[in-house]
């Protein structure tokens, strides 16, 4: 039973081309977020949506596109691929609500490698 | 800019040592502090939090220290274990953020446990 599962594990694809990567949750929870982890393994925030609502933008091109159909999903699309969006790219999801901290769960990761 | 800075990138210590990792941050709006473990292939997964109203939380063989004055927090492991061999991610956020959590990483540093 994966709790947070990402499609294809990897992704090889030249430049110039449109990709996307799949996320899906079964943690029945409100909070999904994309995060990339560049070659210098620098993790950082790409977006989160609430309830399929866009809550955190990080100044990401827009080239980058998360559409979420429903909760339990939170899809990246990317188009014209350039060599620096090659990265392993993690979706996380959490609770999304209350008072403390909401551990965010993560995914196993999509390496897309950009030629 | 880098607001969560681990300075080591690898760690080697012996099993049944302690092993102590760093982590310092910079930016004061930071009030809630975690550690995520990460195995090759798989996504990071929470390990430890502390809040800023606290110096020192424990859980297990696992301990975070924190130094509000000296912006800087360290993971505690004793025994260390041969399964603790991973990639450990310090992460920062405000706890304003509660709900809708932006979490700021580090750039890991990978422990290795020799036996």
């Known amino acids: 039973d994966t709790a947070v599962s990402q499609t294809p594990k990897y992704l090889v694809t030249q430049m110039g081309n449109d990709k996307s990567i799949k996320c899906e949750q079964n943690?029945?929870?409100?909070?999904m977020y994309w995060y990339k982890q560049d070659s210098k393994k620098f993790l950082k925030i790409m977006f989160s949506?609430?309830?399929?609502?866009?809550?955190i933008n990080e100044t990401v091109p827009n080239r980058f596109s998360p559409k979420s159909p429903d909760k339990a999903h939170l899809n990246l699309h990317i188009n014209s691929l350039e060599l620096g969006d090659s990265a392993v790219y993690f979706c996380?999801?959490?609770?999304?609500?209350?008072?403390?901290?909401?551990?965010?769960?993560f995914g196993p990761g999509t390496r897309l490698t950009v030629l | 800019d880098q607001q969560v800075k681990q300075n080591s990138p690898s760690l080697s210590v012996q099993e049944g040592r302690i092993s102590i990792l760093n982590c310092d941050y910079t930016?004061?709006?930071?009030?809630?502090f975690l550690w995520y473990k990460k195995y090759p292939a798989e996504g990071p997964t929470f390990l430890i939090s502390?809040?800023?109203?606290?110096d020192k939380n424990e859980d297990g063989r696992f301990t975070v220290f924190l130094n509000k004055s000296a912006k800087h927090l360290s993971l505690h492991i004793v025994p260390s274990q041969p399964g603790d061999s991973a990639v450990y991610f310090c992460?920062?956020?405000?706890?304003?953020?509660?709900?809708?959590?932006?979490?700021?990483f580090g750039t890991g540093t990978r422990l290795t446990i020799i036996p």
């Open positions: 996380a999801s959490s609770r999304g609500w209350g008072t403390n901290y909401n551990e965010q769960f």
């Open positions: 943690l029945g929870h409100d909070t």
């Open positions: 949506y609430n309830n399929k609502e866009l809550i």
């Open positions: 930016n004061s709006m930071f009030d809630y």
């Open positions: 502390i809040s800023s109203i606290k």
């Open positions: 992460a920062a956020l405000s706890k304003a953020n509660f709900g809708n959590e932006k979490l700021t």
